[in-house]
C-alpha cells in the first residue's frame, strides 16, 4: 500500500462519536479528558480534514499552507513526504533531498521511526555541505577578497567543516543502527576482591 492510499484512508476512515458524561469523581475527569484533544492531535486533524473533504471545502480552494489541516496531514507522513525536511533546506535541494531521503531508507532498510528519522537527518546534513560549498563558490568567483570577505570565508570554511562531520556522524550512527549487536560472554577463573586477596574459584 503506497502513502497515498494511505493518507487517503487515514482521512476517511470513519470515528465513532464520543460522548462525554457528567463528571462526578477523578475517574470521570480522566475519562472526559481521554476523550479530549488539542487542534494538533492527530485524530482531531484527521476528523477535520474529513469533514473539510465530505463539505467539499478543498475542491477549488487547496491550502497548504502551516496551519492547515492537509499540510498537518502531510507531516504525518513525513518520513515519504519530507513536508518538515523540506522547510529547513533551500528550494533547489528539496526534490533531491525527499529523494536522497527515500533512497537512504531503502539501503539500510529503516523499518522503526528512529531509524528513519536518523535517515532524514543525514539528507539534511548533507545538504548543508552543498549549500555552504555553493556559498564558498560565489564568493570565490566575485573575487572579493577584502578584511570582511576574508573572515565571511573563514566563517564558512569552518562551517563547511562542521556540517561534513555531522554528515559523516549521522551516517555512521545510521550503519551502527543496522549492524548485528555483538554479545559477548567472558568467564574468569578468578577475582581480585581487595589488595593482594585474591580467590581461586574451581569451575566443574
Same mark, same amino acid.
Given at each position: ?17 464520543? /460522548?462525554? +458524561? ?7 475527569? /480522566?475519562? !472526559? *479528558? ?23 471545502? *478543498? ?93 565571511? !570565508? ?5 562551517? *563547511? ?8 556522524? +549521522?551516517?555512521?550512527? !545510521?550503519?551502527? +543502527? ?27
Amino acid at each position: 500500500m503506497d502513502t497515498n492510499t494511505e493518507v487517503k484512508e487515514a482521512i476517511t476512515k470513519p470515528t465513532e462519536e464520543k /460522548k462525554v +458524561s457528567i463528571v462526578n469523581t477523578v475517574e470521570d475527569i /480522566k475519562k !472526559l *479528558l481521554s476523550q479530549l484533544g488539542t487542534d494538533n492531535d492527530p485524530e482531531m486533524v484527521l476528523n477535520s480534514l474529513k469533514k473539510e473533504f465530505d463539505n467539499h471545502e *478543498l475542491d477549488d480552494n487547496v491550502n497548504v499552507s502551516p496551519g492547515s489541516n492537509l499540510y498537518k496531514t502531510f507531516t504525518l507522513f513525513e518520513f515519504d513526504k519530507g513536508v518538515l525536511m523540506s522547510a529547513v533546506i533551500p528550494e533547489r535541494y528539496r526534490t533531491f533531498c525527499i529523494d536522497f531521503n527515500r533512497n537512504l531508507q531503502n539501503e539500510f532498510q529503516c523499518e522503526t521511526p528512529s531509524e528513519k528519522a536518523t535517515a532524514e537527518v543525514v539528507a539534511v546534513n548533507f545538504i548543508r555541505t552543498l549549500e555552504i560549498q555553493y556559498r564558498i563558490n560565489v564568493r570565490l568567483e566575485h573575487g572579493e577578497f577584502g578584511d570582511l570577505g576574508i573572515k565571511y !570565508l573563514a566563517v564558512l570554511s569552518k562551517e *563547511l567543516d562542521r556540517a561534513n562531520r555531522h554528515y559523516l556522524h +549521522s551516517l555512521q550512527t !545510521l550503519k551502527m +543502527s543496522k549492524q548485528p549487536m555483538l554479545e559477548v560472554n567472558i568467564k574468569t577463573q578468578t577475582a581480585v576482591i581487595g589488595q593482594n586477596q585474591v580467590v581461586q574459584s574451581n569451575n566443574k
